[in-house]
């Protein structure tokens, strides 16, 4: 049953159409990710569903007595009121009963890791504030959650508690973020808000990696349709170049049609320009030198509090470190202890000679408020040197998607996408043998993290980075350390692992199992959920086959027809159930070798 419903929406922001007869529905247990570049209109669109916000046409409509619950991006809390007291508030505001809602704080309190009830909730860390908002969802019992920005300010543990809450949860939800892994892990549609899309959004069914094959397809049978629409404007534009003798028998519709056919491509050719993104590319020194920087029994501190003791580690070029570990475990004290802006407690960091290390601070301590766009861009002058070449601060400007009447903006102006691609220019101006990253996807559009990626991918130097976005440091990382924040590190071989290590499943709970008298776990047969699978692994290839099978039917009779957008449309179902066919095999491949192996 639908929940919420719209159809034929449309909304507006001065003259520019955000989004235009918009339909779709949020049924019950739908898990909804929005997504699009930056000033796409997601928030609107949310603030619509939610209702702070009228559409300018179509209509709206909601389940009778439904209840729903908005938590926005800010995770502030008021000053000199309790953890407990916050909850109360909320939970008497929402309709529940005094009685009931104290009865009910402890609980949603212990799920949410914030122990203490009389805690000041100003006292909390940003991460546990964050935690103590979403704590409401356990209390208020919502049939519709909406979402904006839900893992801003959670360190990738509360990332993971908040995963194992949306997978698990009775109620319905609709969030944004820019966060892949998160949307991988959690969404079952999403919801693509750009200029790029008729009507300038775009569904799919599943997770985020599916909904980029899809829009892929879909992007590539839009640049085929554009190739074939401008064979037929220009023949019809021969024709009506011919005089006027020729076109005496020709009736006006031809005339009318090719008008139509010019209209088209131009709208087409629009939208698909939409598609180009930023142009980031780093400055490398071109340095020989192999060993970078070597970290000798390092120790970093924070007061009397021992962070990281005795690491030993080296960078060497082309190297790429991701730092992981909780917030407050000493990420980024580690980050600027190597750039030089912290001094070591202890030991010693030897670094090659005339070594460039370039640091991207999370908190944009480098961008003066009261400097202009053009100011921050360049120093002010009307051009900048990039890699050897002089280039005119409007084409710098707008390689980072800048309009030229907005190089007199102030920099206080900008919002925080704006301000993260800003920092990003400026740091492309410095010649680097070594970038140290500090959160450097903070505020940025997926479709810019997607270019940050790519070039850092290509960049010949060092990297070391601290991110919470997953995607980024499963892509771009070669190698990992994990940190405690109590002196102890590992190196791990992926993200995966040292996840798999630190967390229980996915709910972000310490992973307690029996030991042997060596330390060692002990599991003598399957657990519940692993014996479910297996039983069901068969059932499931064979269903997956048949769809398979099913599916390649229909893509043969649909390139028959020349369907080029059905076409695209069954690839990417049939190339979703390979993958899903795979996965599975593997899964059931490791569960019968796991079973082989406890048996022996």
Known sequence: MALVSVKDISKRFGSEPLFSDFSFSIDEGAGIGLIGPNGAGKSTLLKILVGLEE?????????????????????????????????????????????????????????SHILDPEVLASSLSGGQKKRLHLSRMFLERPDLVFLDEPTNHLDLE?????????????????????????????????????????????????????HIEKRGLWIEAQKSESQSLANKVRRENEWLLKGPKARTTKQQARIDEAMRLQADLSELKS??????????????????????VELIDLKVSRGDRTLINS??????ARSRTGIIG????????LLKTISRELAPSGGEIKYAQDLSVVYFDQHREALDPTWTLKRALGDGGDAVIFQGRSLHIVSWARRFQFDNDQL????????????????????????????????????????????????????????????????LLTKVCTHFLGIDGQGGFTAVASYEQWEKEVFKGRGGTREVAPTSGKGERKQKKLSFKEQFELEEAEGLIAKTEERILILERRLEQSSGNGNASETASLYAELTTERNVLERTYMRWADLEEKKAN???
């Open 311 to 316: 690491m030993s580690y080296t960078i060497s």
């Open 408 to 471: 007199d903006t102030p920099v206080a102006q900008l919002s925080g996408g704006e301000r993260a691609r800003l920092l990003v220019a400026r740091l492309m101006l410095k010649s680097a043998d070594v970038l140290i990253l500090d959160e450097p996807t903070n505020d940025l559009d997926i479709d810019t993290l997607e270019v940050l990626e790519a070039s850092l991918l290509e960049f010949p130097g060092a990297i070391i980075m601290v991110s919470h976005d997953r995607h």
């Open 598 to 600: 406890l048996d022996a």
């Open 55 to 111: 559409v300018d046409d179509g209509t709206l409509s909601r389940k009778r007595g439904l209840k729903t619950l908005w938590i926005d991006q800010d995770s502030t809390v008021p000053e000199n009121i309790t953890a407990r007291e916050f909850l109360f508030k909320h939970a008497v505001a929402s309709g529940l009963a005094p009685d009931e809602a104290t009865g009910l704080i402890a609980s949603a309190l212990g799920k």
């Open 158 to 210: 509360g990332i993971i508690w908040l995963e194992g809450i949306l997978k698990e949860s009775s109620f319905a939800w609709v969030l944004i973020s820019h966060d892949r892994y998160f949307l991988d892990r959690t969404a079952k549609t999403i919801v693509e808000l750009s200029g790029v899309f008729p009507g300038y959004f775009f569904q799919t069914n599943g997770g985020y990696s599916t």
């Open 271 to 292: 939208r698909l320009n939409r598609t180009q993104q930023s142009d980031i590319e780093f400055s490398a020194s071109g340095r020989k030198t192999k060993k970078l």
């Open 326 to 333: 909780k917030n407050g475990s000493g990420k980024s004290s």
